[in-house]
């Protein structure tokens, strides 16, 4: 499974107003085409940030499915409300499975961390990471982005973890999420 960490800068105050478009329009639309989407989220140490992943079979399934989305009719219908939201979309990091959340519901907020490393991501390192009590653990992907009108971070190696344990690396970014009404991640 191919998973796309995807945080979006938004104008500011514009949040809600995409959740609800997002909710309304973009989840069902998504999932009709073999789309995954585990979690929808709010920042919730920044009001004008909205977190999503979105998960596909692999790379070959990920192209087949964002061609239709994006030349379909619900995309062409709210892009533009879509887009007058954001400053920036993609901040984007493909990752892959180490272990995938085995339950939808969490607290609130749910933490993610994302850990950098200088080199590739380890055997060893993962090993660590699935041992720890994480509730997900993901490795950074580095295909060749198969669908290119959305941009990828490329050259980062990352490990992706959700929920509490430690840090895995000298440098991590950490996100405190509060899962959107829609999102399969659910507070519990």
């Known amino acids: 499974m191919i998973l796309e960490l995807r945080q979006y800068t938004l104008h ?3 949040r809600d107003e995409l959740i609800s478009l997002f909710e309304r329009e973009f989840v069902e639309s998504q999932v009709a085409l073999g789309i995954t989407l585990p979690g929808l989220f709010r920042d919730a140490d920044d009001p004008d940030r ?6 596909f079979a692999d790379m070959a ?3 087949a499915a964002l061609e239709a989305f994006y030349g379909g009719p619900v995309w062409k219908a709210h892009r533009d409300a879509a887009n007058a939201t954001m400053i920036d979309s993609d901040n984007v990091l493909l990752l892959g499975v180490v272990r995938d959340f085995s339950d939808a519901s969490v607290g609130s907020p749910v933490t993610a961390m994302i850990h950098y490393f200088d080199a590739p991501v380890t055997d060893d390192v993962v090993e660590k990471a699935a041992a720890e009590p ?6 950074g992907d580095y295909s060749e982005n198969t669908f290119p009108a959305l941009p990828v971070r490329v ?4 490990l992706v973890t959700f929920g509490g344990g430690p840090a895995l690396s000298s440098r991590v970014e950490t996100l405190r999420l509060e899962p959107t009404l829609r999102s399969a991640l659910r507070v519990r």
């Open 12 to 14: 500011p105050g514009r």
């Open 50 to 55: 909205f977190v999503w992943l979105r998960g």
């Open 61 to 63: 399934a990920r192209k």
């Open 134 to 139: 994480f509730l997900a653990v993901f490795r």
């Open 155 to 158: 050259g980062e190696q990352v």
